[in-house]
Antibody, heavy 116, light 112 residues
Framework: EVQLMESGGGLVQPGGSLRLSCAAS????????MTWVRQAPGKGLEWVAN????????NYVDSVKGRFTISRDNAKNSLYLQMNSLRADDTAVYYC?????????WGQGTMVTVSS | EIVMTQSPDSLAVSLGERATINCKSS????????????LAWYQQKPGQPPRLLIY???TRYSGVPDRFSGSGSGTDFTLTISSLQAEDVAVYYC?????????FGQGTKVEI
């Protein structure tokens, strides 16, 4: 079964850090661009970052540039999002998704809450 | 950044009736290289991740019922549910992938 599973979310204080992981299974992970999309409570979807198959190209939404780093380990079929200098407006469910342009496989999401 | 605006924000449709959702982009998402509109539609049910329904503005993704259809070109797009079923209650989002950052509409909530 094709599957993505996020982990690593939780409660963190403003200014803190968190590392999200996404474990992929059931498909050739190294063949796909991968993407993080987030959704603040009761709000819409926001594209956050993506990474090329070999990790050589990465893109970020302006609001997270310099604070978040996307990476992947193809040997472990895993995608990561290192989040530093977290702010209250980073509070959201973070989804990993397969694809560069459209996202055909999504994980269930992991909740990140930034609050003191 | 391309801004995507959906209308209406919510709509109530009777079972078996047609539901129509509109999406407007702040600039054209028609790619000259392939003459395709870089526009997708997703469905999100409560407590679930989004599900891809339509890409290239009008191509149904695998397994999507044919009551879902997409149309439009350039800056104006429509998602139509031809005969609303109970399981179609959800929030629907359009998304442009013409340029980075890819952006989504604010969502349209469809109720019975």
């Amino acid at each position: 079964e094709v599957q993505l599973m996020e982990s690593g979310g939780g409660l963190v204080q403003p200014g803190g850090s968190l590392r999200l992981s996404c474990a992929a299974s059931g498909f050739s992970f190294s063949s796909y661009w991968m993407t993080w999309v987030r959704q603040a409570p009761g709000k819409g979807l926001e594209w956050v970052a993506n990474v090329k198959q070999d990790g050589s190209e990465k893109n970020y939404v302006d609001s997270v540039k310099g604070r978040f780093t996307i990476s992947r380990d193809n040997a472990k079929n895993s995608l990561y999002l290192q989040m530093n200098s977290l702010r209250a407006d980073d509070t959201a469910v973070y989804y990993c998704a397969r694809g560069l342009w459209t996202f055909d496989i999504w994980g269930q999401g992991t909740m990140v809450t930034v609050s003191s | 950044e391309i801004v995507m605006t959906q209308s209406p924000d919510s709509l109530a449709v009777s079972l078996g009736e047609r539901a129509t959702i509109n999406c407007k982009s702040s600039q054209s998402v028609l790619h000259s290289s392939n003459s395709k509109n870089q526009l997708a539609w997703y469905q999100q049910k409560p407590g679930q991740p989004p599900r891809l329904l339509i890409y290239w503005a009008s191509t149904r993704y695998s397994g999507v019922p044919d009551r879902f259809s997409g149309s439009g070109s350039g800056t104006d797009f429509t998602l139509t549910i031809s005969s609303l079923q109970a399981e179609d209650v959800a929030v629907y989002y359009c998304q442009q992938y013409y340029s980075t950052p890819q952006t989504f509409g604010q969502g349209t909530k469809v109720e019975i």
